[in-house]
């Protein structure tokens, strides 16, 4: 059971570069989120899904896409990168019913450079 | 819009020194209080779930306890490996969707 996966663990990209952020969850949870950490800022909420074939804006989802084939992946796509997207990037997921509700349980992360 | 504040930023304490980090929130419609532990470089651990007010949970030197407008984070006896960045979140909204505060930065020093 290895929980929440993210790939790749480090990237630095060329502003106007895209990639995807891959996040994969073995928990057959309904919930997956997309944060991002920036020093001083606490962890921001950029999109979310709450089943397969559903997603949803969340605070900051400016230049980036998301997309629920599965329910256990949710990868999640920079477009075109810019350097204000420098970041950690965190994925969770989590269950809206049972004695483990709510809990969000997160991924090792991402660290994004955009130079 | 909810709201997280934490405070302090930082905290330093001696091994066996104990205390207390603080958590407020705003108050309207609280449906869920979360504590998470982060420690460098890796993702947030969860530590507690909190749903009413005067619900206290307990894990080893760790207790939290809920209040109707804030949340305290007991830290009793601390050791050098509860050094690590603490942090807050409030279930916002509709859904699972968390408002996190920006967290305490604990160390524990021998």
């Known amino acids: 059971n290895a929980g929440v996966t993210q790939t790749p663990k480090f990237q630095v990209l060329k502003t106007g570069q895209s990639m995807t952020l891959q996040c994969a969850q073995d928990m057959n949870h309904e919930y997956m989120s997309w944060y991002r950490q920036d020093p001083g800022m606490g962890l921001r909420l950029i999109h979310y899904s709450v089943g397969a074939g559903i997603t949803d804006q ?13 329910t256990e992946d949710f990868p999640l796509r920079l477009l075109s990168a810019a350097p ?13 019913t049972g004695l483990a509700r709510d809990i969000q349980y997160f991924g090792a992360g991402t660290r994004l450079s955009v130079l | 819009e909810d709201q997280v504040t934490q405070s302090p930023e930082a905290l330093r304490l001696q091994e066996g ?8 929130y705003t108050v309207s419609g609280l449906r869920g209080l979360f504590w ?5 470089g890796k993702g947030p651990e969860f530590l507690f779930t909190l749903y009413s007010a005067g619900e206290e949970k307990e894990k080893e030197r760790l207790k939290a306890t809920l209040t109707k407008k804030e949340s305290f984070l007991h830290i009793t006896a601390p050791k050098p490996e509860d050094s690590a960045t603490y942090l807050c979140a409030r279930l916002t909204g509709g859904g699972n969707k968390l408002t996190f505060g920006t967290g305490t930065q604990l160390k524990v020093e021998l």
Do not use: I, M, W
Request: aromatic share 10%.
């Open chain 1, 58 to 70: 969340g605070e900051v989802p400016n230049g980036y896409n998301v997309s629920r084939s599965t």
């Open chain 2, 36 to 40: 998470y532990r982060q420690d460098p």
């Open chain 1, 84 to 96: 204000s997207q420098t970041s950690v990037y965190f994925c969770a997921s989590s269950k809206p």
């Open chain 2, 17 to 24: 020194e104990s205390s207390s980090l603080n958590c407020s």
